[in-house]
C-alpha cells in the first residue's frame, strides 16, 4: 500500500502536509521546485490528475518547475469505490501537456528504479502507480528505467503485444500462453508514455505485422491511442486496442474489472488469435 | 489605514504617471491589453519596485535571495513590463513586440522574460506558489521574501483559500499577500458578481495580519 508515513518519521524536514487541497498541493510544490527544491507530489492519481490539472499544466509543464507528481492508487486499484475513484483518463490528459513526461511503472523494480532516475531529471513529471500489491515483471532491480525507452521482454515476429503500468505483467503471461500455442510475440513494457519511444513502435509495427495494446485506462486517449497515432501515420498494421471501455466502470475489486474489460491473459490470447486468423492453432 | 505613498512620494507619483505612459503606449501600439487592469495596479507595483521594497537586481534577475514577486493576477500584465524594462531587466524598446508573433513579451507574465519568476494567467494560482517558496527560504533559513499579487475579482477562486489556509499553518511570516481592491472586474462591479465582503475579515479569520492602504489592501 502506498503511503508516506514511513518517510514523514525519518524526514520530517522534508515532508510537507498540505492536506485535502489538491491544487495547493501541487501549486506549493511548484514554488519549492522554482526555490530549487525536488518535490515529489503523493495524492491519489485521480484527484491529482483532475483536479489539480490546470496547476499541472501552468505552475509545472508551462513554468518548466521541476515537480514529480506521484498518482498513487492509480487506474482501478480502489475498484470498489467507484467513478469517483478511479483514474482511467489521466494518461490521455497528462500527455497531452506540452513539457509534462508520463510513466506507469510495472512492478516494484520498476518503481524504485523509476524513483531513482526522477530524482536526476529535471522536469516535470505525472507518474502513475497502482495500490495493491501485483506479481512482479522483473526478478530484481537490474533492468534500469530509462525515460523514454520501451523495453523488450520477449522477442518475436507474430505480432507484438503492448503493455504498461499493471498490464504489463498480464501482456507477459498472455504471451506465455501464445508461445505454448505457436504464436511467437514480442512483449513492450511501455513503461513511458512521454517521452514517446517512438522507434519500438515502428519496429513493431514493421517486424511483426499485429500490435495489441493493453491498458488500465479508457480506450479513448490513452496507450492504444498512442500507438494508433504512430502506426496509421507511419506503417498502417492491423492493430486492437483493449482497454476500459468509454463507460463509468464497473465495480469490483481492480482483478474482476480487469476481467469484465478483457484485461487478462486469456482474453489477449483469445484477442490476438483471431487477429492473426489463427484461432484453431493449437501446440 | 496607513499612507500607501512613503515620503519620497513626489518620485513615486511621477514614476507611476510615466509607467501609466508607458503601458498605454504598449497597448495602443499593441492594440491588445488588459488597460484598467493595468492602470489599476500601477501605483501598487510602482511601490514595490521603486519604493524600497522589493530586494532585486535587474542585472542578475535570478539572484538567487532576491525577494519574490509573484503576479497572480496574470492578465495584467502590461505595468509589470514597463517597469522590468524601465529598470534594465530587458531592453525598453523590446516593449513594442508586445503581444506580437513570437514575442516573448506575451499577454501574461511568462518566466522567459527577466524579471518573471512563474508563468500566471490562470486565476488562483499564484499564492499557492508563494506559499511553496515561502516555505523552501524557511526551510533554507533565507532571508528573502515572497510577495504575491492577486485581483479582487480572483478572491472568487477556491485555490485561494486553500493557499492562505496553508500560510497561516506554516506561519510564514515571509509571504506577503496584496489585493488589487478594485472593486471591478471584466464582467462587473465584485460585490455584484460575488460578493468577498467583508473581505479584511475573512483574511483576518484565516489566520492573516491584514493591513488596508488607500484603495487596496495588502496583508503579511
Ligand atoms: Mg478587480
Known amino acids: 500500500m502506498a503511503s508516506a508515513t514511513a518517510f514523514a518519521k525519518a524526514f520530517p524536514k522534508q515532508f510537507v502536509e498540505v492536506g485535502i487541497a489538491e491544487q495547493n498541493i501541487v501549486g506549493i510544490a511548484a514554488g519549492l521546485a522554482a526555490s530549487g527544491k525536488t518535490p515529489f507530489v503523493m495524492s491519489p492519481a485521480c484527484f491529482l490528475s483532475m483536479r489539480s490539472i490546470e496547476q499541472i499544466k501552468v505552475d509545472v509543464a508551462y513554468s518548466k518547475t521541476n515537480v514529480k ?15 469517483s475513484h478511479h483514474s482511467l ?106 517521452p514517446w519511444d517512438e522507434e519500438a513502435v515502428l519496429k513493431a509495427a514493421n517486424e511483426t505485422g499485429y500490435i495489441i495494446t493493453v491498458e488500465e485506462h479508457i480506450i479513448r486517449g490513452g496507450l492504444g491511442a498512442a500507438v494508433a497515432e504512430v502506426v496509421v501515420q507511419r506503417c498502417p498494421v492491423p492493430m486492437k486496442i483493449i482497454g476500459i471501455r468509454d463507460e463509468p466502470a464497473v465495480t469490483g475489486s481492480p482483478s474482476e474489472i480487469f476481467q469484465h474489460y478483457g484485461l487478462s491473459a486469456e482474453n489477449i490470447r483469445d484477442v490476438t488469435k483471431s487477429m492473426l486468423g489463427r484461432e484453431g492453432d493449437i501446440a | ?81 514597463c517597469i522590468l524594462a524601465d529598470l534594465g531587466f530587458f531592453p525598453k524598446c523590446e516593449l513594442e513586440t508586445y503581444s506580437q508573433y513570437g514575442s516573448r513579451l506575451i499577454g501574461h507574465p511568462n518566466n522567459k522574460v527577466p524579471g518573471v519568476d512563474m508563468n500566471t494567467g490562470a486565476l488562483g494560482h499564484g499564492l499557492s506558489v508563494g506559499v511553496g517558496i515561502a516555505l523552501s527560504a524557511k526551510l533554507d533559513a533565507n532571508a528573502f521574501r515572497v510577495f504575491v499579487l492577486m485581483g479582487d475579482g480572483e478572491q472568487a477562486e477556491g485555490s485561494v483559500w486553500e493557499a492562505a489556509m496553508a500560510a497561516a499553518h506554516y506561519r510564514l511570516d515571509n509571504l506577503i499577500g496584496i489585493i488589487d481592491w478594485n472593486g471591478l472586474q471584466i464582467s462587473g462591479r465584485t460585490d455584484e458578481v460575488m460578493r468577498t465582503d467583508p473581505l479584511d475579515g475573512k483574511w483576518r479569520s484565516f489566520g492573516w495580519h491584514v493591513e488596508l492602504a488607500m484603495g487596496t489592501t495588502s496583508m503579511k
Open chain 1, 69 to 83: 507528481l506521484i498518482g498513487i492508487s492509480g487506474g482501478v486499484s480502489y475498484g470498489a469505490l467507484g467513478m
Open chain 1, 89 to 194: 483518463q489521466d494518461i490521455a490528459v497528462a500527455r497531452a501537456i506540452p513539457g509534462l513526461d508520463v510513466a506507469l511503472p510495472a512492478d516494484e523494480h520498476d518503481v524504485r528504479n523509476l524513483i531513482r532516475t526522477l530524482a536526476d531529471f529535471e522536469g516535470g513529471d505525472y507518474i502513475r502507480i497502482g495500490r495493491n500489491p501485483v506479481p512482479t515483471v522483473y526478478e530484481s532491480d537490474e533492468t534500469p528505467f530509462e525515460f523514454g525507452k520501451a523495453v523488450t521482454l520477449v522477442d518475436g515476429g507474430d505480432a507484438t503485444l503492448i503493455g504498461t503500468g499493471e498490464t504489463v505483467r498480464i501482456v507477459l503471461d498472455a504471451a506465455s500462453i501464445l508461445a505454448r500455442d505457436g504464436v511467437r510475440c514480442r512483449v513492450l513494457n511501455m513503461h513511458t508514455i512521454k
Open chain 2, 1 to 81: 489605514m496607513v499612507d500607501a505613498v512613503p515620503p519620497k512620494g513626489d518620485f513615486l507619483r511621477r514614476k507611476a504617471s510615466q509607467i501609466r505612459m508607458d503601458l498605454l503606449q504598449m497597448i495602443y501600439h499593441a492594440k491588445a491589453g488588459h488597460t484598467g487592469s493595468s492602470l489599476s495596479d500601477t501605483d501598487i507595483l510602482t511601490a514595490l519596485y521603486y519604493g524600497g521594497v522589493l530586494r532585486v537586481q535587474a542585472n542578475n534577475p535570478k539572484w538567487p535571495l532576491r525577494d519574490r514577486f509573484i503576479r497572480s493576477k496574470g492578465h495584467a500584465v502590461e505595468a509589470f513590463y
